[in-house]
């Protein structure tokens, strides 16, 4: 299984970013299908996504849940 890390938004979405190959997706260099959460890095801002779309938002005054 590859690792990633989960980076959980305040807007309560989740982005994954590659952190490690597995043995066997390193020889290929391409990540297998199988997801290990490494480690999950809560930020207290919104994503992109959300941070366009709402703008006026004010996205750091939301309580964690």
């Known amino acids: 299984m590859c690792k990633y890390y989960a980076h959980a938004y305040v807007c309560k979405h989740v982005a994954y970013i590659l952190a490690d190959l597995c043995q066997p997706a390193a020889r290929i260099q391409t ?6 959460i ?5 930020l207290d801002i919104a994503c992109d996504e959300c941070k366009s ?4 938002r004010s996205w750091r005054k939301l309580p964690r849940t």
């Open 53 to 56: 779309h709402l703008p006026e």
């Open 38 to 42: 490494w480690q999950t890095i809560r």
């Open 31 to 36: 990540p297998c299908g199988d997801i290990q």
